[in-house]
């Protein structure tokens, strides 16, 4: 008397789990590209609004631009939240990094009014080049966004 089979057999199984793993090979390098696209998306955006606040604070104050990112905002800058000049919390306090990006802002000339500094460069380059970000990125005073696909990024670099 032949019994039934119950339950699935080592070869059904086998082919089961190949297709899954063949599946998965196809779509890991997918999400990983899109990953990389978002942070650089994000980082964009972080420069955006960096480049806003500098221009927010520059009117409301009415000085120049300001000596470092904290006093631009976040929980702990000096423009309370009614002020309105709020960068992301993470790019605002140490170490100033976001979504796989170093955020990096240096101030030069300080000629503006009452000696505050009268230009500002901030440099977003991926923490680990081809993991986290494949592009690196720069803006200034002049709040044109610049980008470099090998190091980083400067003024001479093509715009966005």
Do not use: C
């Amino acid at each position: 008397m032949k019994r039934k089979q119950t339950g699935f057999s080592l070869i059904e199984l086998l082919i089961v789990v190949a297709i899954i793993l063949i599946i998965a090979a196809i779509a890991i390098p997918s999400l990983i590209q899109s990953k990389m696209t978002a942070n650089e998306a994000s980082a964009v955006q972080t420069l955006r609004d960096i480049n806003t606040a500098e221009s927010m604070y520059s009117v409301q104050f009415g000085i120049g631009f300001s000596q470092d990112l904290p006093s631009l905002g976040g929980t702990t800058g000096t423009a309370s939240s009614t002020n309105a000049l709020l960068i992301p919390d993470p790019v605002a306090q140490t170490p100033n990094t976001k979504d796989g990006f170093s955020f990096t802002y240096v101030v030069t000339g300080n000629n503006g009014p009452n000696g505050t500094p009268s230009n500002y460069t901030v440099n977003a380059n991926p923490i680990t080049p081809g993991s986290t970000g494949r592009r690196w990125f720069y803006t200034d005073e002049t709040f044109v966004i610049h980008f470099n696909t090998t190091s980083s990024a400067t003024a001479n670099d093509p715009p966005i």
